[in-house]
């Protein structure tokens, strides 16, 4: 299986901020890389999709970047409805399509 | 407008078994991949396995494989994940999922979820 490694778990920042979380995958995935953005109670929503597309109707102050084993989701501005949990999550042919374990962005 | 509509929630005792369900709307069915994602009380998501309604063509992770199926009836735009002899530990919130897979053999992301099938397994 390939294993995704998000970095940090968590982090704490302030309204206008500008935010950054890693990915890295345990093995080369190309650009099979996906972003997903989920708020407490509800389902979890793509953000980003092939490491850099940003799904349709996603404020362009998300950014995704990287290939290969290193990937970045980047929150330009983050802005209160930000406050969430992240995962990437690897779509890659080799099956399990594994997500990393999430990174929760608190308010500071 | 596409939507994945789920069953809803269940309580079943240990050794108990249980199928949900997940109604495609909105768009073909037999055109995407629909996929199950088990969220664990307060942890993060796991992939379960994944169902082409246009063929039935199915694949588990090695985590779940012979502890679930998946599978669909493309009739009624409707995919199923079920169990034979529930656990404690199968108590989670399960998200239906679509996805895309490229002709290159690789796989979109999941670009829309149901709302979630809240199973408890409790004696």
């Known amino acids: 299986d390939i294993q995704m490694t998000q970095s940090p778990s968590s982090l704490s920042a302030s309204v206008g901020d500008r935010v950054t979380i890693t990915c890295r995958a345990s093995q080369s995935i190309s650009n099979y890389l996906n972003w997903y953005q989920q708020k407490p109670g509800k389902a979890p929503k793509l953000l980003i999709y092939?490491?850099?597309s940003l799904q349709s109707g996603v404020p362009p102050r998300f950014s995704g970047s990287g290939s290969g084993t290193d990937f970045t989701l980047t929150i330009s501005s983050l802005q209160p409805e930000d406050f969430a949990t992240y995962y990437c999550?690897?779509?890659?042919?080799?099956?399990?399509?594994?997500f990393g374990g999430g990174t929760k962005v608190e308010i500071k | 407008e596409v939507q994945l509509v789920q069953s809803g929630a269940e309580v079943k005792a240990p050794g108990e078994s249980l199928k949900i369900s997940c109604k495609g709307s909105g768009y073909s069915f037999i055109d995407y991949w629909i996929g199950w994602v088990r969220q664990m009380p307060g942890k993060g998501l796991e992939w379960m396995g994944i169902i082409y309604p246009g063929d039935s063509d199915t694949k588990y992770s090695p985590s779940f494989q012979g502890q679930v199926t998946i599978s669909g009836d493309k009739s009624i735009s409707t995919a199923y994940l079920q169990w034979s002899s529930l656990k404690a530990s199968d108590t989670a919130l399960y998200y239906c999922?679509?996805?895309?897979?490229?002709?290159?053999?690789?796989?979109?992301?999941?670009?829309?979820w149901g709302q979630g099938t809240l199973v408890t397994v409790s004696s």
């Open positions: 092939a490491a850099s």
């Open positions: 999922v679509r996805t895309l897979k490229y002709s290159s053999g690789y796989y979109k992301g999941f670009d829309y």
């Open positions: 999550q690897q779509s890659y042919s080799t099956l399990p399509l594994t």
